[in-house]
C-alpha cells in the first residue's frame, strides 16, 4: 500500500514540474490563441474586438463579436441589428458589414449607432414612404424602391430628405420612418445586402496597430469610469 502511495505521489510531482516547466498561457497569449475567428476562413479577430466566449479582458467594450450557427462572424449592435462581417481593417479603423438577409432598409429604423462606439463613413437621411401605387417614370427621379421592403400592390419607396416636397406625388402613401443610410463610391445608396463601412475612434488604441504592436483593454486601478488600453 505505502508503495502505491509512493508511486502516485512521485507521478503527481512530476505532472506539476511539467506544468511549470510549460508554463500557463499570459492573458494577451491567450487572447491571441484561444480563437482566430470563426471557421478556418473566419475574419481575424483582434483587440479592439473579441469574441463573446472570450475573457472581457480581449476586448474594448461594445466590440463583442459572435459566431454564427454556419460559422459567419456577427457584429450585434443595439436594439438587436446585426450585421455579417466581411472584414476588419485595423490600420484604418473600419469594419467592413452587410446585412444577413440582403435587404439593410429592415434594419434601419432600429440602427441607432449612439450608443455603439462605430459610426458610418458617410450617409444621406432619407424619409420611407409606404405607397398604395407604382410611381409613374416621371416621378422615378425622386423616388427610389426598395424592393425587399415591398408587397405586392404596396410598394416602399425611399425618397432623398433634401428633396423638396413640391415635387412629389404623395396622393398614395404613407410616411413609413425616417432614416439615415450608407453610400458607396460613386454615391450608391445602400438597402439591400451590399457590405459597407463602419468606423471606430483612433483614440482607442492610439497608432498602436500602425506600428504594429498590440494593444489591450488596461486594468483600471484608478477611480475613472472610461475603460483604458495600454
Not at 497569449?29 to 475574419?43: D, L
Not at 438577409?101 to 424619409?127: G, H, I, M, V
Amino acid at each position: 500500500m505505502n508503495l502505491h502511495l509512493s508511486l502516485l505521489m512521485f507521478l503527481f510531482l512530476i505532472i506539476l514540474f511539467v506544468e511549470e516547466m510549460i508554463g500557463s498561457p499570459s492573458p494577451d497569449e491567450y487572447c491571441m490563441t484561444s480563437s482566430n475567428g470563426c471557421g478556418q476562413e473566419g475574419v481575424v479577430i483582434q483587440f479592439p474586438f473579441r469574441l463573446k466566449h472570450q475573457p472581457y479582458h480581449c476586448g474594448y467594450p461594445g466590440f463583442e463579436l459572435s459566431c454564427s450557427e454556419n460559422n459567419q462572424t456577427m457584429l450585434e449592435l443595439p436594439d438587436l441589428v446585426k450585421f455579417l462581417v466581411k472584414n476588419i481593417i485595423y490600420g484604418s479603423q473600419e469594419i467592413i458589414v452587410q446585412d444577413p438577409d440582403n435587404c439593410l432598409a429592415r434594419q434601419l429604423p432600429n440602427l441607432s449607432l449612439a450608443a455603439s462606439p462605430f459610426w458610418l463613413k458617410s450617409k444621406q437621411d432619407f424619409t420611407f414612404f409606404d405607397c398604395s401605387s407604382q410611381k409613374t417614370d416621371d416621378q422615378s427621379y425622386y423616388f427610389q424602391p426598395i424592393p425587399c421592403l415591398s408587397i405586392h400592390g404596396n410598394p416602399v419607396y425611399a425618397v432623398d430628405s433634401f428633396t423638396y416636397v413640391i415635387y412629389l406625388d404623395l396622393t398614395s402613401c404613407r410616411r413609413f420612418y425616417n432614416a439615415s443610410v450608407t453610400y458607396v463610391d460613386g454615391g450608391n445608396y445602400i438597402f439591400n445586402g451590399s457590405a459597407f463601412s463602419l468606423k471606430w475612434s483612433k483614440s482607442i488604441c492610439g497608432s498602436c496597430h500602425g506600428g504594429g504592436k498590440l494593444c489591450r483593454l488596461k486594468i483600471n486601478k484608478s477611480n475613472s469610469k472610461e475603460p483604458q488600453t495600454e
